[in-house]
C-alpha cells in the first residue's frame, strides 16, 4: 500500500518536468494570467467527479485549517515564485527554491511514525547537488541587491515543503479537496492578474494546446497524486526523488530542440538519479526481498 502510494506520488514528479516545456509553448501569457487558467482547467476533473457522484461534495467541508495550508501552499508558492523570478535572476532565484525537496526530507524527522536515516539526507544533497549542475549552469552570483527576490524564494521553497509536510498530518483529508484548492488559487491568481498584469492571449492552437496541457498536467492532476502520495507514501523517498523534476525538464527541452546534451547535464543525472536510488532503498530492498 505504501509502495503503491509513493510510486503514484512520483507521477507528480513526472508531470512538474513538463512544466518548462509546456510553459515556453504556451507564448507570452503573464505568470500569473496563465496560473488562473491552468488551475481552473486542473480544477475540472474534480468538478467532473463531483457532477456524477454529488454526495462526494461533503469532501469539501473541511475545518479552516486545511483550507489555509492547502490554499496557502499552492498559491503561496506560485505567487511566491512569480514574486522570486521578478526580483531575482532566475539562475540564483530557480536554485533556491528548489531547495523544496531537502526541506521535505530534513523536515520529515518530524513528523509521526517518520525517522530521518543518514541515505535520506545524502540522496537528497545529491540530488540538490545534481540541481545545481542543472540550473547553475553559467556560474552563480548572490547580489545583495536582489535581497527580496532571493527572499521570496526562500519563502516558495518552504511554503511547499511544508504544505507538502503539514499535508501528510490531514492524511484523513480526502484527496477531493485539492479540488477546491485549485478553484480558490485559480481565483487569487485571476486577482493578481487583473491588479499586476497586462492580458496576452495565445494566437495559435499549439500554445492553446500546451496551455490546456498545463491545466490538465503538471497545474492540475499532479497536485492530486502528489496529495495522496504525500499522505500515503514514503514521504522521505519523494522528496528526494522530487530532484528528478528539473533533471528530466532538462532532458525534455533537448528532446524538443531548446538546450544541448552535455557532460554537465551527464553527471547531473548520475547524481539525482543515483541520490534517489540511496534515499529509496529501503523500499527497493523491500521489494527485492518480496520477489
Known sequence: MKTRATLIGFTAILMWSFLALMTAASGQMPPFQLSAIAFAIGSLPGLFIFARDPSRLKDLRQPAKVWFVGIGGLFGYHFLYFTALRNAPAVEAGLIA???????VVGSALLPGEKLRWYHLAGALA?????????AREGVAFDPRYALGYGAAFLCAFTWAAYSLLSRRFEAVSTDVVTGFCLATSALSLVCHVFLEQTVWPV?????LAVAGLGLLPVGAAFYVWDYGVKNGDIQILGASSYAAPLLSTILLIIFGFGELSVRIGLACLLITGGAALAAKDMIFRHSQRT
Open 98 to 104: 528548489y531547495l523544496w525537496p531537502l526541506l521535505i
Open 127 to 135: 540530488g540538490l547537488a545534481g540541481t545545481f549542475l542543472i540550473v
Open 204 to 208: 495559435s492552437a499549439l500554445e492553446w
